[in-house]
């Protein structure tokens, strides 16, 4: 997914403050708490398959660093980062463990900048495959099963934690794509930008470590994907009903 670069001391402060907003909100309603708790799994899948994408996609590029680390896994303990987690799940807004990655091992069919734009493009593909498949599960459930499961206790449970998988890939996905470092969309970005462009870009990453925190913090970052967030949802819940002949 991402990795930060500030200083430890920053990055503490920052993450401190998104925990304790996130802690009041929770506390001045615990109803949410059953929501916090159904999204686990999602959470758990999307960041476990995201970044094994980019594990799988670096070593098949010929590097093998990643499965050298162990991270060629699906075990989620091998992905996740307990402080990114928990801030994904209170926040909205986490990280898992990066992969590392050795672009000059890469083959020497393409240059190591659209290396790394493949390997960084595939978790969020990874994502939105994802949340295509669990839509077609979530329409299967709902055009196959009987009335009285899908109005059960359990089966109401299902269903969310299955429309939960979706939702939370589908906005990992597209949150990842958002072309500012640390994001994966940055590497994206990098290889179509002009040479001047493209130093200046590489040369204030920090400058854009800066203005993602501030996108973030004041909701502006959540303003600015919505609409990419919801063409996205639209496509992927869309095309599982075609398929299934919901409308």
Known sequence: MFNFSFDRRTLQIIIGVLILIAVIQYIMNPGSIISLLISIPGVLIAITFHEFAHAFVADKLGDDTARREGRLSLNPKDHIDPIGMLLLLTAGFGWGKPVHVN??????????????????????????????IFALIYCAIYKFSSMSFLTSTLGSAVQ???????????????????PLPPLDGSKVLIP?????????????????YIIFVILWITGLAGTLITPALTAVSNGILNLAGLIFGIG
């Open 103 to 132: 672009p000059r091992n890469y083959t020497r069919r393409m240059s190591m900048e659209k290396g790394e734009a493949i390997v960084s493009i595939a978790g969020p593909i990874m994502n939105f495959i994802l949340a295509f």
């Open 192 to 208: 179509f930008l002009p040479t001047n462009a493209k130093a200046w870009f590489i040369n204030n990453e920090q400058i854009f």
């Open 160 to 178: 969310l934690i299955i429309a939960g998988v979706v939702s939370i890939n589908i906005g990992l996905g597209v949150f990842n794509l958002i």
